[in-house]
């Protein structure tokens, strides 16, 4: 298949290796709004969703959000922004923020809603408080699920922050873009790679992590 | 293995399920028999100018569907030789340039004769209307003021400051001979960094006026560099050549009623018109199919 | 020439016509996925080795950014509604075939042995019972299929105005007229609102014996996948 000896070219050509555009520079570009997105996400859709979890309240309302905000069109949203705000890094967050936070909030909300009650009702009956209840009894046993969240929500920034390219960012979808007018296929199907091969380093990364920091007790189910 | 059967195995289903929508002819790119399908490129001014030529070929009774916002040269040229487009506004000089990046372009005529000589055979170019649209490298004000440059300096005056600008145009300004690669190679010229926007339109006069970028490829038509007192570089060695509007059309698409009609239409437009009919499109925001037909009319091309 | 639906001439379509256009270059491909994830789920499920390497290389194509795939499609398919339509029902496919398989394989073994004993052969026993039960997860499964590939549809118009009411985005900067960007978002949104909510109303439709009321979900036991947290847009 002729798209691999694009690969090959893309990959090889010295050119594509050093300056404003090369690729270590776009790589580093996507990864930093990757990284500021999805901390900006979380920032928001953690506390919320360790807080409604815990106390089972507002279920129905962050349902409603969240559909709102999955159905607001990521690719529409950017280039409105834009249009109305200009350049710059904040009309590219707000998009992607958008795309990141419900997986977060319905994924934490959901893992700490559906803790099992016997040991929380045990840690109250100890007199631990709420607090402590979340973090060190609560928290631990929905880990996993919320990791899980939080990889989605990264996996769709990866992928989303390429259309980015398209009002003049950088990142790797700049590749894309820029190909796709200079009818060069060798970068688009390059910078495709890049992309799929972080979102799978992403995938790798979310795994490690899960084995890393999921306690072994809970991680067996 | 598995992807690609799944992809072929997709591709199959969204075709047969596609095909019986009646509506749009998906089936294939080629146009119909005896209609003549009219292209525009990604940016205003290629859209009035296919509508300008739609039109006029309709007022004739021709058949007319329009193909609009293709994307850049690069793309174009592909579907008009494939037969997909049969007529597409183009520059003359800018299309030279796509062809063979080393042709000199000494006059309007002897550039559309080498246009011809490069063409595919199946494409040719018509008659060559007086207006004229080029790129151009163009300075906000701000730039230059602190470089001390007017428009009556020239590319070559902005050696010294280049390393210290970012330039902005169309992604596909990076790669062309009338762009980044001639200006280093005719001009010396080594920007800082390049920044892709759109072909002269409203996100490169944006990024320009709001010294994102302090240089950028504007059409010379554009009504924002007045507006906006940029500052348009002179080109003594000609590297952005001549940028006649002309029609490129695919020859067995047009019969010569419609080459006539074409004819007529680039008898009538000259830079002063073509100036003033980009400004009810990008400036008063109508419609440029509205502004075609109005122009067509009061020309009595209708 | 400033309002709100003055719909530039260039996209050759009226708003209706836009919001048509949009719906049939998102809905077709999801329907083709859902065609292509039964029978491949069916397999998934009856030869449970395929499971992990089909998974493995969906998951490759669906890290591809969509943008990416159109632009190599253009050269076998076009600047056509095809080299949209060809990438979401890929997508759709990848969101659908986890959830069928998850839901096929949830249901309990004495209904399957029950089914058996009856005399269904496997594939009346796939149709007409498991597939029934799995309805809830095959259609959280559609509502993420359906929502990403309305927003992903208008990602086209980079691809010569194949992105029906995306291909008011690029007008929207091309004339400098921000409203047709409001236009854009804001109809896609309902767009997306209105089908979650139509397969919402399906799924109650097609599963009668489930009570009516939304949550009824055990606060511990088994849970429903939820539909957000999917790799869904980019």
Redesign the interface.
Known sequence: MNVLNFVNAFFSDSAHWHGYDGIPQRLLEHVQYSLLALALAAAIGLPVGLLTGHTGRGGNALAFIATAARALPSFGLLVLIVIVMGFGLLPVMIPLVVLAVPPILVTTYEAVRTVDPSPVDAARGMGMHESRILFQVELPVALPLILSGLRSAAIQIVSTATIAAYVSLGGLGRYIVDGLYQRDYEKVVGGATLVAVLALVTLALFWVAGRVAVSPGVRRR | M???A??A???L???C??KD?SD?P?AG?KAKAGTVVVG?N???ES?LLA?IYGEALKAKGIEVT???????R??SY??MKNG?VTVLPEYNGSLLAYLDPKAEQKSPDAVNEAVKTKLDKRLTLLQSSPAENKDSVTLNAETAEKYKLTASSTLADLKDAAPDLVI?G???F??RQQGLKGLKSVYGLEFK??????AG???TQ??LA?N?IQAADVFTTDPTIVKEKFVVLKDPENLFGFANVTPLVNKSGLNQKGVDALDAVSAELDTKTLLKLDAQ??LE??????VATAWLKSAGLN | MNGFFDIPSDLQHSYAGLIGLHLREALLPVLAGLLLALPLAQLCVRFRWLYPPVLGATTILYAVPSLAFFVVLIDYTGQTELTVMIPLAVYSLVVLLPAIVDGVRSVPQETLAAATAMGFGPVRRYVQVQLPIAVPAIIAGLRVATVSSISLVSVGTLIGNQGALGNLLADAQKYDRPELAVNSVITTAVLAIACDALLVLLRVALTPWMPNGTRRRPKTSVRQPLPAPQDVTR
């Open positions: 598995a992807a690609v799944l992809t195995a997709a591709a289903l969204a075709g399920s596609s929508s749009n998906l790119e525009s990604n940016f205003a859209t509508d329009y193909k609009h916002n293709i994307g850049s690069e793309t592909g579907l997909s902005g169309s992604p596909e990076q790669t960094s390049f920044k892709a926007l759109d339109g409203p996100l944006a990024a709001k994102t499109v990008q925001k109508k419609d440029p199919l509205e």
